[in-house]
């Protein structure tokens, strides 16, 4: 099966053999490749639950394959999709760990990654004056600029 946005309602193609000939031990787990993911979150898990349904054998438990390149800005975007995952999984099921089974990635937007960025913006005035000194490390803020210190990594990345 091959879909795309419009493929995210509707079909089902869970591990099961309702409504097929097949025996149980003839049902095989389902595999979901995905090449290019949803921008809304939303949109992106009624995607994945195609796979993944209310009916489907235990024990046959989809998994998801995620291609991307080596390229920076690639994993950046798939960085925000998994901080995504997360922020919707919390606000579902309060738990943020689900959406770390999914998208194994590197993951450095979250609060660490904010205070090795800010460190390395202050150890390279150089590399900070080249992205225009973001956080006013090197030159006087503007009286009505305000400036936060969350979302450092996110925000000199983008």
Do not use: C
Not at 28 to 49: D, F, H, W
Not at 100 to 112: A, E, G, L, P, R
């Amino acid at each position: 099966m091959l879909i795309n946005t419009s493929g995210s309602t509707g079909a089902s193609a869970h591990a099961t053999n309702k409504g097929t000939n097949l025996k149980r031990e003839e049902v095989k787990p389902r595999v979901m490749i995905i090449a290019q993911y949803e921008l809304n979150v939303s949109t992106e898990v009624q995607k994945r639950g195609r796979i993944n349904r209310t009916g489907q054998f235990p024990e046959l438990p989809p998994s998801y394959d995620y291609l991307i390149s080596a390229i920076p800005a690639e994993k950046r975007m798939m960085m925000m999709l998994q901080k995504k995952l997360r922020s919707l999984d919390a606000n579902t099921a309060s738990n943020q760990k689900n959406s770390t089974s999914v998208i194994d990635t590197d993951d450095f937007i979250n609060k660490y990654g904010d205070e090795i960025v800010m460190a390395y913006m202050r150890d390279n005035e150089d590399f900070t004056w080249d992205i225009g000194d973001p956080f006013f490390l090197f030159h006087d803020r503007p009286k009505n600029v305000k400036i936060s210190d969350t979302d450092v990594a996110k925000r000199v990345t983008g």
